[in-house]
């Protein structure tokens, strides 16, 4: 399983991000995203995820409110802010970009 510090450094945040282009939704809603769409490869501990949350939201990419939750109980939901939007446009092209290129170096000669 790989941990955030296997990730390549700001993965996390465009991952975030993808996850939030979606609906707004609490920590661990993203936390399960995460894990689930990577068919549980990835996986977020809050150590992690929590300080991505806050300095995104410090960035202005995304925006964050108090709501009650399915349970009943208080919980602080994030989405993303239009700034967010445009900078996971910009992380996706270049992760693709990235990807490419590395594929085209592993690709056997």
């Known amino acids: 399983m790989s941990r955030p510090s296997d990730l390549v450094q700001g993965t996390l945040d465009a991952l975030i991000l993808r996850i939030l282009a979606t609906e707004p939704m609490h920590g661990l809603a993203i936390s ?3 894990r689930d769409r ?20 410090h960035q202005g990419m ?3 409110e108090w ?3 399915e349970s009943g109980r208080r919980g602080k939901y994030y989405a993303l802010t239009r700034r967010g939007r445009r ?6 092209a270049d ?3 990235l990807s490419k290129a590395i594929s085209a170096v592993l690709r056997p000669i």
Request: charged fraction near 20%; avoid cysteine.
């Open 32 to 34: 399960q995203q995460i």
């Open 38 to 57: 990577s068919s549980q490869t990835l996986q977020m501990s809050p150590g992690s995820l929590y300080p991505a949350l806050h300095k995104l939201e």
């Open 62 to 64: 995304i925006r964050s």
């Open 67 to 69: 709501k009650a939750a």
């Open 87 to 92: 900078q996971l446009e910009k992380e996706t």
């Open 95 to 97: 992760w693709q970009r």
